[in-house]
Structures are given as structure tokens and as C-alpha cells.
């Protein structure tokens, strides 16, 4: 399996972004798969998922209201809609499958020691006036 993501960029705090993840190869119908992001310095963190069965997205509390994540099967992609963003969304944003992580006793989070399945090369998202 391979994450190819694209759509970052530079924007001014305000604007909008959509990120697009490319999802190829064979990804089982049990993954959750969604978004990570990481400033330097920092331990990165889940952002947004979409989880493996029928559910409701997850959201970090930062983002709820803000980003929209959703997925088209018949295309193999999953993307990342983010409106009125801020200079604190600034950061490497990750596309990132797992296999048991985006439900309630597996949260979309980082934890040490926890690898999740796949990961995409990440994208850069920079907002700055």
C-alpha cells in the first residue's frame, strides 16, 4: 500500500486548503485511514480520520468545525478540506492508514511505541501572513 498525498501549500491565516491523499495498491476494507500532522519539535498528532465501518469522523478538537475529511472509493482517495485556517495548523500534514486505530477503543492519536500501518510522505502546510 502506498500514500501519496498532494495540495499543501502557503496560505494566509483566513484561506482554505484541500488536501488530497492518493491511495494505491490493496487497502483492506477494515482500515481506518485519515490525517497526522507534525510541527518540528513536536510529537505529531491525528488530526482527522475516517473510520473502517460505519461511524462518524474524528476530529481534533482544534479542527472540529473547521475541516471537513471525506473519501471517494471509486477514485482511491481520501481528502482533507480545511477552512479558516490558522498560523497553529502550520505544519507537515501525514496521511496515515492503520488497521485497528480511528475507533473508540483506538483512538486517532500518537502513541509511543504504537506503529501505525502505513504513512504517506506528508505535505507541507504553512499559514503566515
Known amino acids: 500500500v502506498r500514500l501519496v498525498e498532494s495540495g499543501g501549500g502557503l496560505v494566509q491565516p483566513g484561506e482554505s486548503l484541500t488536501l488530497s491523499c492518493e491511495v494505491s495498491g490493496f487497502l483492506p476494507d477494515g482500515y481506518g485511514i485519515g490525517w497526522f500532522r507534525q510541527v518540528p519539535g513536536e510529537e505529531r498528532e491525528g488530526v482527522s480520520c475516517?473510520?473502517?465501518?460505519?461511524?462518524?469522523?474524528y476530529y481534533l478538537d482544534a479542527v472540529e468545525g473547521r475541516f471537513t475529511i471525506s473519501r471517494d472509493t471509486t477514485k482511491n482517495m481520501v481528502y482533507l478540506q480545511m477552512n479558516s485556517l490558522k498560523p497553529e495548523d502550520t505544519g507537515v500534514y501525514y496521511c496515515?492508514?492503520?488497521?485497528?486505530?480511528?475507533?473508540?477503543?483506538?483512538?486517532?492519536?500518537?502513541?509511543?511505541?504504537?506503529?501505525?500501518?502505513?504513512w504517506g510522505q506528508g505535505t507541507q502546510v504553512t499559514v503566515s501572513s
Open positions: 475516517l473510520p473502517s465501518r460505519n461511524g462518524d469522523p
Open positions: 496515515v492508514a492503520d488497521s485497528i486505530r480511528c475507533s473508540y477503543y483506538y483512538p486517532w492519536e500518537w502513541v509511543p511505541g504504537f506503529e501505525y500501518d502505513y
